[in-house]
């Protein structure tokens, strides 16, 4: 069965750092492309970034760009989200997602509050 | 950067037909997928490459496209369908969500 756990999320101050990270497992972590998608609250969907099989192709939306880093480490089946210079409107669910249709996988998601 | 908009809002009774649109120019050159998202719970794919049903989604799913706008259509809705809709799409180094919209069946 495939899973996607999330975990590293919680409060943090205006232009702090947050690490989030996600644990896969029930698949070969290292033939797929990942992706994190945030979710803030009452709102809509916004793709956050998105990382190739290998780690060598990534992208982020302009939203994030230049503040949040993502890596994955294929030996330990993870992937990561380094969050700097966090902003009130960072406010989300934060989820990991294998989008790789017909067989798309999506964690349960781990919350970021951005607040003084 | 690319955007694909979506009505807010769709209402229909038990039984009758729901159609969800979704545009951008991106749709004319890269397949939509769409997902439903319940309260709560996270994003569950139900049409992929415009109009293919994955495996479990009931057929009453179905998807179409034309041109630049994509339409999900869930023919005779049940009160289980009530969530928010949300179509998604691809390209280059970007990938983007519509707004969504909110299905209401009753």
């Known amino acids: 069965e495939v899973q996607l756990v999330e975990s590293g999320g919680g409060l943090v101050q205006p232009g702090g750092s947050l690490r989030l990270s996600c644990a896969a497992s029930?698949?070969?972590?290292?033939?797929?492309?990942m992706n994190w998608v945030r979710q803030a609250p009452g709102k809509g969907l916004e793709w956050v970034s998105y990382?190739?099989?290998?780690?060598?192709?990534?992208y982020y939306a302009d939203s994030v760009k230049g503040r949040f880093t993502i890596s994955r480490d294929n030996a330990k089946n993870s992937l990561y989200l380094q969050m700097n210079s966090l902003r009130a409107e960072d406010t989300a669910v934060y989820y990991c997602a294998r989008l790789s249709s017909p067989l798309d996988y999506w964690g349960q998601g781990t919350l970021v509050t951005v607040s003084s | 950067s690319y955007e694909l908009t979506q009505p807010s809002s769709v209402s229909v009774s038990p039984g009758q037909t729901a159609r969800i649109t979704c545009s951008g120019d991106?749709?004319?050159?890269?397949?939509a997928r769409w997902f439903q998202q319940k309260p709560g719970q996270a994003p569950v794919l139900v049409i992929y490459?415009?109009?293919e049903r994955p495996s479990g989604i009931p057929e009453r799913f179905s998807g179409s496209s034309s041109g630049t706008t994509v339409t999900l259509t869930i023919s005779g809705a049940q009160v289980e369908d009530e969530a928010d809709y949300y179509c998604?799409?691809?390209?280059?180094?970007?990938?983007?969500f519509g707004g969504g919209t909110k299905l209401t069946v009753l």
């Open positions: 029930g698949f070969t972590f290292s033939s797929y492309e």
């Open positions: 991106v749709l004319a050159k890269k397949y």
């Open positions: 490459k415009d109009s």
């Open positions: 998604y799409s691809a390209a280059d180094n970007n990938r983007v």
């Open positions: 990382i190739s099989s290998s780690g060598s192709t990534i």
